[in-house]
C-alpha cells in the first residue's frame, strides 16, 4: 500500500503524529471536562454496552457500498492516502450511502468506519474529497468515534424518555455536554483534512460547498471570508444571545465559523511546523496527568479569541479565561499538579 501512495502524491506525510499536533485546544480541554462531569461515567458506559457494533457495520454493509479497488476506486485511493499521510493502521472501512443531503460522519467503538452520503460525493471535487476524508481520519485518530457513537444512540434514546420527566433532564444535560465536545473536534479534524489535502484553498472550497456553494466559479471565496467577519464583529450583544441559541443545539460548527478557524491555522506556524516534519509524536503522548493542562491551553484559547473579537459578549469570556487558568491551577495542586509538572 504505502509504495503505491507514494508514487501517486507528493504530499508530505506523518509518520507517527500524535492527534495532540492538530486538535484545537477548546476540543482536548472540553472533552477533559465532559469526562469530568459528575455521573456521566456510569451513562457512557450503559450506552457503550448497550451498543452494538457489528450490527451497525452490518447495516451498512447490507445497504451502502462499500469502498475498494473494484468499488468506488478513487476514493478507495484517497482513504489509502489519507490514513497514510496520518499513519492510521488499521485503515477504516469506507462506505457510500444513498443519501441526497451532503454528509459524513466516523461511527464505531473498537473498530470505528467512515460514511458519506452520495450527495457528498457529488458535491465534492477531488480535493474536497481529500480534504473531507482526512477529516473523518482525524476522528478515528483522536478516537473521536467512541464519544460520537454514544452521542447519536443519546440523541436516539432521549426521544423515547419524553414521558420520563427525571430521565428526560438527565439525558439532554450529558447529550448537551457531548454536543459542545463535539462542536469543538470538527474544528481539530478540519485541521487533519488540511494536513492530508495541503492545500488551504481545497478546504475553504469545502465549507463553501457546505453553505451553499453549488457552482463554485459564482462564489467569491474572499467575500465568503468576509462574511465570517461580519458575523464575528457584531456590535450589539442581543446578537451575541441569538448566536449562542443558534449554535447550542448543533453538532457542527457554522460553515463560516470553521472556514474562518481552518484558514487562521493555515496562516499560522504550527501549520507550517508540522510540514517540516517537526510535530507531536504519538510516543510521547502521556496516558495520564493532563487534565489540567487540557483546560488550561482551552482557557488561553477562549482568552485570546475574545480578546480578537469585537463581539461585546465575547469580552466576557477574557475574564472567564482567567477564572478557568485559575481554577485548573488549583485543581493540579489540590490532585498532586506537583507531580506531573516534575515529569515534564
Known sequence: MGEEIER??????????????????????????????????PVLQAVAGAFTERGERLGHLA???????????ELDRLRLEAAATLDVDPVPELFVRRDPVPHAMTI????????????????????????????????????????????QRLMQVQYGMGWMPVGYWAIRAVIAALSEWYRKTELSCDRAGLLCV????????????????MDLRQVDTAEFLKQARE??????????????????????????????????????????????????????DR?????????????????ESAAQSEDPLMKIFNELGDVVVGTADKVRSKFGGNKAEQSN
Not at 517537526?278 to 510516543?283: G, H, L, M, Q, S
Open 8 to 41: 501517486s502524491t507528493a504530499r508530505v506525510r506523518f509518520p507517527g503524529i500524535s492527534p495532540r499536533a492538530y486538535e484545537h485546544p477548546v476540543d482536548r480541554g472540553a472533552l477533559a471536562v465532559l469526562r469530568a462531569v459528575p455521573g456521566i461515567g
Open 108 to 151: 464505531g467503538i473498537d473498530k470505528p468506519f467512515i460514511v458519506l452520503t452520495t450527495g457528498l460525493v457529488e458535491l465534492l471535487d477531488q480535493d474536497g474529497l481529500r480534504f473531507t476524508i482526512g477529516h473523518e481520519m482525524g476522528h478515528v485518530l483522536s478516537g473521536h468515534a467512541l464519544y460520537r457513537t454514544i452521542l
Open 198 to 213: 495541503q492545500d488551504p484553498a481545497a478546504g475553504l472550497r469545502v465549507h463553501v460547498a457546505m453553505a451553499g456553494g
Open 287 to 303: 496516558p495520564s496527568g493532563s487534565f489540567t493542562e487540557d483546560v488550561r491551553a482551552a482557557a488561553r484559547s477562549y482568552k
Open 231 to 284: 458575523y464575528e464583529q457584531v456590535d450589539d450583544v442581543r446578537d451575541s444571545v441569538l448566536k449562542l441559541i443558534r449554535t447550542w443545539p448543533l453538532t457542527h460548527p457554522l460553515a463560516v465559523v470553521r472556514a474562518a478557524e481552518l484558514q487562521k491555522w493555515a496562516a499560522s506556524e504550527d501549520y507550517r511546523t508540522i510540514l517540516t516534519g517537526d510535530y507531536a509524536r504519538r510516543e510521547d
Open 63 to 73: 445497504s451502502s457500498i462499500r469502498v475498494g479497488p473494484k468499488q468506488y476506486p
